[in-house]
């Protein structure tokens, strides 16, 4: 017989899963017929190599059917003829197992693409809640493994961005959007395989972490090369963000918002959502990089950016307003000097926030609207009893503190505060070790720059020190207090 496509595939597997495929031919559930089997074991005396002179029609014939020996004699040289009867294409009948057996150990090595499936039948078949409880399941399950690889996150990405796709309380057109993706596999996990590899080049630029399993650079090129036929809106945007850090040019980033905002309606929530967040990324980052004197340029365009997100209710997670962007729109906000926008907002969006988290979010709010509105007394009114449930909100906190007592020359509380904070960071297990870093820093630099209030230290001297310890937290303010020092 001649080589062909089937030989090619059974010469591709190795040897473990050649005998994994005699295994599953010899299954009932996927094999009745004993024929099939003995076939199984003709190819397997002749894999790998196949030679022709053994692997013959004839041979095969012969093994398949032992007793046919006695009725070739009987031919009389008709011996064609009856083989031809009994196996038209004998490598035939084994091209489906084959194929089957093929995308059943796909299925078992990456078995979150049967559940992906899964929960897109159930979707098409309005079994909602059944498809929200496996995805919870699964992220339960997920979470609780340690050694996490590349397929590991994917596979979380896909799950989560299928249940939030279908929690957000989205207008029919963005259910339509949805019901289309789910509906047609190819789209969506060209959708969802783009977006997770924007997502890592992205945090690789951002971070600096090369991530060597980001998913399909060759696809990300084609994409940008404009090779790829029906790219959603959604995808080019994607695209695009992600390449805002590495360009880190201005005009890009704005000729993007300018695409964005033109074309917002066209997006489903979900993308409306992410793509904003890159927005805001590429901000911080950038104007970061940027002279301090740049930082309300920073502040003005992240204050537009909240104020388009807050008009089209961006920042709603099911129905609640995300602790994260409330925080950050009080200190744009403030940061800007708005201050009646920034306690009008406290009021009317306050109510927005988790029950849970409310009370804790409105102090420390107004706290740091006071400390941009130099109001240290009530800054420390606020904040000097109280302790925070969020490791993060108690380092904001305290960070705030430090400040009002600076300002108000209140150098001996001041010196037992920095002991007290200096302890609190040493004991507290949760603090990531570059937090940790630039929180001890500002300590350090604080009792540097109360020592220059009373010795003569060169303006020269504490900027080289400020440089020396990096990362710090608060730097654009020590920035100031030096420059209010020398004036």
């Not at 994994?20 to 074991?41: Q, S, W």
């Not at 804790?360 to 130099?374: C, G, K």
């Not at 009530?378 to 503190?401: C, G, H, M, P, W």
Request: net charge positive.
């Amino acid at each position: 017989m001649k080589k062909n496509k089937v030989i090619a595939q059974l010469i591709a597997l190795p040897d473990e899963e050649f005998k994994l495929f005699g295994k599953f031919v010899r299954n009932p559930i996927h094999n009745k017929k004993e024929t099939v089997a003995r076939l199984y074991d003709f190819v397997k005396k002749n894999y790998p190599a196949f030679d022709e002179r053994k692997f013959t029609k004839t041979h095969c014939v012969l093994h398949v059917f032992p007793d046919l020996k006695a009725d070739i004699k009987r031919q009389n040289g008709k011996a064609d003829a009856l083989i031809a009867s009994k196996l038209k294409n004998p490598l035939y009948i084994l091209k489906k197992l084959l194929d089957d057996f093929i995308l059943q150990q796909a299925l078992a090595e990456h078995s979150h693409e049967k559940t992906i499936l899964f929960i897109k039948a159930l979707f098409k078949r309005q079994m909602q809640d059944r498809a929200f409880q496996l995805i919870d399941k699964e992220l339960k399950r997920l979470d609780e493994i340690k050694a996490k690889d590349f397929y590991h996150h994917f596979y979380q990405f896909q799950l989560r961005e299928l249940k939030e796709g279908a929690c957000l309380d989205i207008v029919s057109a963005d259910q339509q959007f949805f019901l289309k993706m789910i509906n047609d596999l190819d789209l969506f996990y060209l959708h969802t395989k783009l977006k997770l590899g924007y997502e890592a080049k992205s945090r690789e630029a951002l971070l600096g972490q090369v991530n060597s399993l980001v998913l399909d650079y060759e696809l990300q090129k084609l994409v940008s090369e404009n090779k790829i036929e029906n790219v959603t809106l959604a995808i080019q945007l994607y695209e695009k963000v992600s390449n805002l850090n590495k360009t880190n040019s201005l005009e890009y980033y704005q000729e993007i918002k300018h695409l964005y905002l033109n074309n917002f309606d066209q997006l489903c929530l979900k993308d409306q959502k992410d793509i904003l967040i890159y927005l805001f990324n590429f901000c911080v980052k950038f104007w970061q990089e940027q002279e301090s004197k740049t930082e309300n340029e920073r502040f003005r365009e992240l204050f537009d950016l909240y104020q388009f997100g807050l008009k089209h209710n961006l920042f709603l997670i099911n129905g609640y307003l995300s602790a994260d962007h409330f925080k950050n729109i009080i200190i744009a906000s403030s940061s800007l000097e708005k201050f009646e926008w920034a306690r009008n907002f406290i009021k009317t969006k306050a109510e927005l926030l988790q029950p849970e988290i409310k009370e804790s979010m409105v102090i420390l709010a107004n706290a740091q609207i006071e400390d941009a509105d130099r109001n240290n007394e009530k800054v420390i009114a606020l904040l000097q009893d109280v302790e925070f449930a969020n490791t993060y909100d108690n380092i904001t906190a305290r960070s705030l503190l430090l400040r009002a007592y600076y300002e108000l020359n209140e150098w001996h509380t001041l010196e037992y505060f920095l002991e007290s904070f200096t302890k609190y960071l040493k004991r507290n297990t949760s603090i990531s070790e570059g937090v940790r870093l630039s929180l001890i820093n500002m300590i350090r630099f604080t009792k540097i720059l109360m020592q220059a209030k009373f010795k003569n230290h060169k303006l020269s001297f504490l900027q080289t020190k400020l440089n020396q310890l990096s990362p710090i937290y608060g730097k654009y303010w020590f920035v100031r207090k030096i420059e209010v020092l020398y004036k």
